[in-house]
């Protein structure tokens, strides 16, 4: 398996084999999910987040817009959330985070805020993070079939990973992280339509270019 994740870390699935090599290390310890560059490089995920928030958009508007006017126009906050859903990842849209995460629970946390403008009009804008957790365990009544490169494609029934976790050779743990803050207008006396932003780039980090990898645990 420390080979398996060596070629995926070669083969650019950089955040599986990541994932795969802290499994193998045994420590148990937390790691940070990088949301920026997982709604990148998966627009479904993306989509998954843009909707959550398109649902509750027009309710949160509103409900900050009654707090204005019963604050006689001065400027209010109001803390929003979403339910929480999960999103599965495809291997044929994104083997490295299929074989990373494969499903995460998501929701969108943030703050409504109405500021008068220079008549006196309302102005609603949104400042909001996407958060994603899981854990990373192995299933008992589950497989993945794992492609080597130069080689046939390995069937690895859960099971069998699973059973590293429970001998003290693998250990099992937390994943969790949250995008970076982005602002959406949600409009004045008309609701704004446009697009929401667009996530931020996600760089070098943890690719095998990032001179920061080595100090990464298990790498």
């Known amino acids: 398996m420390n080979l398996i994740a060596e070629a995926a870390d070669w083969k650019g699935d950089n955040d599986a084999a990541r994932h795969m ?13 990088p ?39 001065q400027p209010v906050s109001i803390p929003v959330e979403t339910g929480n859903r999960d999103f599965n990842f495809s291997k044929d849209v994104n083997e490295n985070w299929f074989y990373a995460v494969g499903a995460t629970r998501s929701n969108v946390t943030g703050v409504v805020t109405v500021v008068p403008d220079a008549s006196g009009e309302p102005k609603v804008g949104l400042d909001y993070q996407a958060n994603a957790w899981d854990r990373y365990n192995w299933d008992e009544n589950k497989g993945v079939t794992i492609d080597v490169p130069g080689a ?28 970076s803050v982005k602002h959406y207008d ?34």
């Open 21 to 33: 090599a802290h499994y193998l290390g045994n420590s148990g310890t937390d790691m940070e999910l």
């Open 35 to 73: 949301i920026d560059k997982m709604l990148s490089e998966v627009p479904g995920f993306s989509a998954h987040i843009e909707n959550s928030i398109r649902e509750r958009q027009n309710e949160w508007r509103e409900e900050a817009l009654a707090e204005f006017r019963r604050n006689g126009g």
């Open 152 to 179: 046939s494609a390995l069937s690895i029934p859960d099971g069998r990973m699973a059973r590293l976790h429970t001998t003290g050779i693998a250990q099992e743990f937390d994943m969790a992280g949250s995008s």
């Open 186 to 219: 949600l409009g004045g006396s008309t609701p704004n339509q446009e697009p929401l932003p667009a996530p931020d780039e996600p760089g070098r980090e943890g690719d095998r270019s990032d001179p920061g990898r080595e100090q990464q645990e298990s790498r």
